[in-house]
């Protein structure tokens, strides 16, 4: 796919060296020995570990005299990566707070104003947690090849859809949350980033060259987070059921599954009715495409059929995609609104939907939604308890031992007692100054920038005080 160059919402000359802004700055440390999150101490004590991040930093990507990155055309080159991944962050936000029509506020803003967005090459991850997100690698168990995720938009807009989530829907109390609510985690990231990724005009051009409009074909909008010409994440169109997680489940990922399948399902309904709307398929095309779903005879029956309607009306079928694509954001945004974080069950989420269906659209799209979920036996099947994890290095979702301690996914992850857990020292202001000062030290040939002057970092004092059930107390600036 050719490259495509972004015009993001900031105003020219707004974003500095970074790149930064007034909602986060991007750093790549050095020598920044563990990922942010959840710790264990030498004597087995749990401490956490938060921004900012207090030493120094390679030269970041600095703004040309026109305000723009550019200059920076070498995917290898880390400036160029930093400034990927600052795109990818504030695009993702620009789409969606396109569709919201207001800023959305990073969850954790009474605490740090501006995230930090940190590149850690040998995080085998991505995470985003209380004032921060990070950006790791993803490493093949095939051929152990590496693949940076600072050049991978679905898993860094994946991670801004959790905040974005924790934003709009909240967190649930620890007492009160469900596997379920993590699988709609999960989900929600894939989609929020699925939908933005459609925002790209040579995203939406090569899915329609290469499927003719079959979404059901694999494709960039189906294979979440590709790793390969044949490697991805997760498939966002997939034949998870619900009842497949009836004795329980390991991994709220594979939870999700059933969900993204049901949303993405919605996704190809509402574009295939626009598609019979415009006169572009035939009603008897959306039919039978409707009975071969999920069926290994639905590219050898229809994909002839669709190569010809394709051929016949390749623009009404942008605009079908399109228009597709914005009626589910819509959707999803009112949907959103009407869940509470406490105890969520997937079957809020369709019963919000209907609501939000009812609301919007007239009821016209009730029985999409109707079908998509109980096919996926959303409302028939009950959800298991959690299961222990794999300890098999076979397994895609399995449990292994890394340089940040254990790693539960090897796939996106969220930083979960960060994120989600109700401390004491919630209650307490942290700062952020997220400034960089314009001074180098020049060592091996790389200039490393260093970061103004701090307090002790909470995390640190955090640790110190050992007991968790004692807060530490902020220091004076």
């Known amino acids: 796919m050719p490259a495509e160059i972004i015009e993001l919402s900031s105003p020219a000359g707004s974003v500095g060296p970074g790149p930064a802004d007034d909602r986060m700055f991007v750093i790549n440390p050095v020598g920044k020995g563990i990922a942010y999150g959840m710790h264990e101490d030498d004597n087995g004590n749990p401490y956490v570990y938060l921004p900012p991040w207090d030493g120094p930093i390679y030269a970041p990507p600095v703004p040309d005299e026109d305000g723009h990155f550019l200059h920076y055309d070498n995917i290898d080159d880390p400036q160029f990566q930093a400034a990927h991944t600052y795109a990818s962050i504030r695009f993702t936000l620009d789409v969606w707070e396109g569709y919201y029509g207001r800023p959305i506020e990073w969850y954790f803003s009474q605490y740090y104003p501006q995230a930090e967005v940190v590149v850690l090459p040998a995080f085998e991850n991505a995470q985003i947690g209380r004032g921060f997100i990070e950006i790791g690698t993803d490493v093949s168990k095939i051929d152990g090849k590496r693949s940076p995720f600072t050049l991978n938009f679905d898993v860094i807009a994946h991670e801004v859809g959790h905040g974005i989530l924790f934003t709009e829907v909240g967190e649930p109390d620890l007492d009160k949350e469900t596997g379920e609510f993590l699988g709609f985690q999960e989900s929600s990231g894939d989609v929020v980033s699925m939908i933005a990724a459609l925002h790209f005009d040579s995203v939406v ?183 222990p994890k794999d300890n098999s290095g076979s397994h895609s979702h399995s449990t292994k031992q890394t340089d940040y301690g254990p790693d539960h996914s090897d796939t996106l992850t969220i930083a979960t007692p960060c994120s989600h857990s109700k401390r004491r020292e919630d209650n307490e202001p942290l700062n952020n100054h997220g400034l960089i000062q314009t001074f180098s030290e020049n060592k091996d040939d790389h200039s490393a920038y260093c970061t103004r002057r701090r307090p002790v970092p909470y995390a640190r004092r955090y640790r110190e005080a050992r007991d968790l059930n004692k807060p530490a107390h902020r220091q004076a600036d």
């Not at 966002?236 to 991994?251: H, Y």
């Not at 590219?299 to 597709?324: C, K, N, S, W």
């Open 205 to 387: 051009d090569e899915i329609l060259q290469s499927t003719s409009g079959n979404l059901y074909q694999a494709n960039h909008l189906n294979r979440f987070a590709e790793t390969s010409a044949i490697g991805q994440i997760r498939m966002a169109s997939n034949n998870s059921k619900l009842s497949d997680f009836s004795a329980g489940w390991k991994d709220s990922h594979l939870l999700a599954q059933p969900l993204t399948g049901a949303i993405f399902d919605i996704l190809v309904d509402i574009f295939h009715e626009e598609l019979v709307r415009t006169g572009a398929i035939s009603t008897t095309l959306e039919e039978i495409s409707d009975l071969l779903e999920g069926s290994d005879q639905y590219e050898q029956r229809l994909q002839g059929d669709f190569d010809a309607a394709y051929q016949a009306h390749p623009v009404t079928f942008r605009h079908a995609l399109i228009y597709a694509r914005d009626a589910l954001a819509t959707l999803l945004i009112e949907t959103w609104a009407k869940l509470s974080p406490d105890y969520l069950k997937y079957t809020d989420i369709h019963s919000a939907m209907i609501s939000a269906d009812r609301r919007l659209f007239d009821r016209a799209y009730h029985n999409i939604i109707n079908v998509n979920f109980e096919w996926r036996e959303i409302g028939t099947a009950i959800v298991g308890p959690q299961l």
